[in-house]
């Protein structure tokens, strides 16, 4: 099974509108970090946010803010009054806690490509 | 400069050519990862290391793919005899946290095109 699924390989929105980018995720573990990246064309991947498996308030930064949903696995991000500039690839990734090698890697989905319509 | 640093930012090798990717992570930064992500997809997991010690390498899709970090900071990944599978952005990131709650911080990454 994907630990990383994002459903939506292409989302269209109006600037000046909020979207909603969807993941799920799975793991068997107690202790995890969920995170979303945005990569431009350039190619960089730019951290947005993060949620700890242990959080109780759902992360917030700026326009962005993860809509965390433990019992569902959940971790969709919110785009709040897009921009023309938030056209890009989003990805959702996920650090589980109990990584045997020790090496706490990201795991990521296959991301969903956002478009901006001015 | 403050960030992760990787060169070159282009490469094209002819198939069955030697290749070598470098990456220079954050100061101070302990954990370093390579990733190799290929067109319209996300970045897949390919080794990790802790300062010098490669502790995972499981992501390494054979025994042509080679990583080094000899002094715990600049890593190196080399690819032997190149194929045209081989073709993908490598990225480096780098983490201060040693456990699962850190941001990694990534590089531009490296375009390998294998023609």
């Known amino acids: 099974a994907q630990k990383i699924t994002q459903t939506q390989p292409g989302m269209f929105v109006q600037e000046k509108e909020a979207v909603t980018l969807d993941c799920t995720y799975d793991t068997s573990d107690q202790s995890y970090g969920l995170f979303w990246y945005k990569q431009p064309s350039s190619g960089e991947m730019i951290f947005l946010i993060y949620?700890?498996?242990?959080?109780?308030q759902n992360a917030t930064e700026g326009r962005y803010s993860l809509n965390f949903q433990k019992a569902r696995k959940s971790a969709n991000l919110v785009i709040s009054a897009s921009q023309l500039g938030d056209s890009a690839m989003y990805f959702c990734a996920m650090r589980e806690g109990n990584s045997g090698a020790g090496s706490y890697q990201l795991t990521f989905g296959k991301g969903t490509k956002l478009s901006v319509i001015p | 400069g403050a960030g992760v640093s990787q060169s070159p930012r282009y490469k094209v090798a002819k198939r069955g050519q030697d290749v070598a990717l470098r990456c220079d992570p954050i100061s101070g930064h302990v954990s370093l990862f390579w990733y190799q992500q290929a067109l319209g997809q996300g970045p897949e997991f390919l080794t990790y290391f802790q300062n010098e010690a490669q502790l995972d390498k499981s992501g390494l899709p054979s025994d042509r793919f080679f990583a080094e970090r000899p002094e715990g900071s600049v890593s190196t990944l080399k690819i032997q005899r190149t194929q045209q599978e081989d073709s993908a952005v490598y990225l480096c990131?780098?983490?201060?946290?040693?456990?699962?709650?850190?941001?990694?911080?990534f590089g531009e990454g490296s375009r390998l095109t294998v023609l």
């Open positions: 949620q700890g498996s242990y959080d109780e």
């Open positions: 990131a780098s983490s201060l946290a040693l456990d699962y709650t850190g941001e990694l911080f």
